[in-house]
């Protein structure tokens, strides 16, 4: 199979020979000398330098903002965005660099469907826990202990996730996905304190609950630990807390998928570097 570059490369010749055929039928030859004025574009608007680096500062920006759901779908599409301009500079890297950096997409990609593979679990324990709340019942008691049987698991899977993160090195790019995948692992597997004092988990849920933002106290997964714990009666606040981590697990989805269909591209474009060295 002939490498993309390769089929790139007759493209355009094939276009360069139309395009003087054409010129030629509709202008004859003529000995007259006409001035031809050069018109220059301006390269920024599209530049996938430009994008790059826009990409990174929005990126490293949000290194800094709270570690919250929105946050964090925010910065996976930011972090997709880069991926996506890096594969676009078609530069030509060391054969050395570009096989290191193949093995390292390979690591994030795993964590990228990993974590969207959480999330899918995630939300299907939030449909059952909704219908189990619609129908009232016994059903909603089952839903509820099969929902904490979950967050160990997660706990316990994030935490082998984040180890193999911490032992991926290279550029300032792979440092920024590693530590923005790794606040999705602890924003995924950090769970309320059964040893916290049942009145102030109250009183911040009733904080939440009329209007406080969540992020500066605890995450969004948090809150519905602590409602389905001390408030799971209550079921007008718990369809309320469903309904809004429903709604932000489907914007992580989004995002994760975003940026795993980005990796991807930029393997393929680690892979044509290596192809053409060989």
């Known amino acids: 199979m002939f490498p993309s570059h390769a089929f790139t490369h007759i493209y355009t010749q094939l276009l360069l020979l139309s395009s003087a055929e054409s010129r030629n039928m509709a202008f004859p030859e003529t ?23 826009a990409a990174l500062s929005q990126l490293q920006t949000c290194q800094n903002s709270s570690s919250d759901s929105q946050s964090l779908q925010v910065s996976l599409f930011n972090l997709s965005e880069l991926y996506h301009s890096l594969h676009q500079l078609n530069h030509s890297l060391p054969t050395a660099q570009a096989e290191h950096s193949l093995d390292v997409s390979a690591t994030l990609l795993d964590s990228c469907e990993a974590a969207r593979n959480l999330i899918l679990t995630l939300r299907e324990h939030l449909l059952n826990l909704q219908s189990a709340l619609r129908r009232k019942g016994n059903s ?57 004092n049942t009145c102030t988990l109250k009183f911040v849920s009733k904080l939440i609950g009329g209007g406080r933002s969540s992020s500066s106290i605890m ?31 489907e914007g992580l989805e989004a995002a994760l998928d975003s940026l795993f269909k980005s990796l991807v591209q930029y393997r393929v474009y680690l892979l044509n570097i290596l192809t053409t060295h060989s």
Do not use: C, W
């Open 31 to 53: 000995h007259l000398h006409m001035p031809i004025r050069s018109i220059s574009l301006p390269s920024r608007i599209h530049h996938p330098s430009a994008k790059f680096q």
């Open 140 to 196: 909603m008691d089952v839903q509820i202990k099969e929902y904490f049987v979950f967050r160990k698991k997660i706990k316990k899977e994030t935490s082998k996730l984040i180890l193999g993160l911490k032992k991926l090195d290279g550029s300032e790019t792979t440092a920024l996905a590693v530590s923005l995948l790794r606040s999705l692992f602890m924003f995924l597997s950090t769970a309320t304190s059964m040893k916290t």
């Open 219 to 249: 995450s969004e997964l948090q809150n519905l630990d602590l409602v389905l714990r001390y408030d799971g009666d209550n079921s007008k606040e718990v369809k309320k807390t469903l309904e809004i981590l429903e709604e932000r697990t």
